[in-house]
């Protein structure tokens, strides 16, 4: 079952996911926790739904991406993959006949792949890790802007122990945060990465105890909202991803053209006045209307 059509304003229900919106913040719930929250076709789907509901409401300055229950996701339900392995079901045929159904079939560029989207998204993307990460959830949650784990959080690829490979950009996405050798080492042993080892890594940006996790998550977005520019971070997110795998030079001249442009925005003059006005700045929030912008 594909639900490739927007959800009417207004209307939150999902069957896979739960969708919550408390200013300044967006939780994304994946909501399989007696499955260990496994990715299906349809929650693939909602997920993308909800992160493209969040960038577009001016509410959001951050999303937070996190797991019902005990796991983050334990990645592709295992029916799928029985499925996929005999050449039969609706997400076996996702992956072997996408046709046009599919966003991601479609995918032309870097970011706009089938978990790879929220790298393209205006907006700051926690992955809130509570437990399991495991098989497709793990480019998943290295397509977030940063990860924040518990103890708890376990990192394992697992393709090396169906007979796959590195999936989903994963091959591209873990070494630049860990280094070819330890990526190498993580992708063809499966071994399991603790939190603890996570933040050690460089999987992980911070560790926090289980009660804290979501909390946590809100108060650093909260903290941005209060803060910081939601066009300056737009901007800075766009520069980083696209410019990681540039040239030193091309990523330069980029950040000289986009310096101007951002002398133009409004947020520059709110941010320069409230400075020297000593009070906390007022900056509009995303997506910026007619009125914003002028």
């Known amino acids: 079952m594909c639900y490739q059509r927007r959800m009417a304003d207004g209307d939150t229900s999902y069957e896979n996911i739960l969708y919550q919106v408390d200013d300044p913040v967006a939780v994304v719930t994946l909501n399989r926790p007696d499955q260990l929250n496994a990715w299906t076709g349809a929650m693939d789907a909602e997920v993308r739904d909800a992160m493209t509901r969040a960038n577009d409401d001016r509410r959001v300055v951050g999303i937070v991406l996190t797991g019902a229950g005990r796991g983050f996701c334990a990645g592709a339900d295992m029916g799928a993959l029985d499925a ?32 790879t989207y929220p790298l393209a998204l205006d907006k700051p993307v926690i992955a809130a890790v509570n437990g399991a990460v ?21 990192f394992v690829t697992a393709f090396a122990q169906r007979g796959l490979i590195a999936e989903w950009g994963l091959s591209f996405l873990l070494p630049r945060l860990v280094g070819p050798s330890v990526a190498l080492d993580l992708l063809m042993s499966s071994r399991r990465v603790d939190g603890e080892e996570a933040l050690r890594l460089g999987l992980a940006n911070y560790l926090v105890e289980p009660d804290e996790l979501l909390g946590f998550c809100r108060r650093y977005i909260e903290d941005l909202a209060a803060r910081c520019s939601p ?26 053209k986009l310096m101007v442009d951002s002398f133009g925005r409004p947020d520059f003059t709110e941010g320069v006045q409230s400075f020297i006005q000593k009070r906390p700045p007022a900056f509009a929030r995303l997506p910026l209307d007619d009125e914003d912008e002028s």
Do not use: N
């Open 84 to 115: 996929l392995s005999s050449g039969g079901g609706d997400d076996a045929r996702q992956v072997r006949e996408p046709g046009e159904r599919f966003p991601w079939a479609r995918s032309t560029g870097d970011f706009d792949g089938r978990l």
């Open 134 to 154: 495991a098989g497709m959830a793990y480019p998943l949650a290295l397509a977030c802007d940063m990860r924040v784990v518990t103890p708890d959080a376990l």
């Open 231 to 256: 066009s300056s971070i737009a901007v800075m997110k766009r520069q980083v991803h696209q410019q990681f795998h540039g040239g030193l030079g091309g990523a330069e001249r980029d950040s000289q």
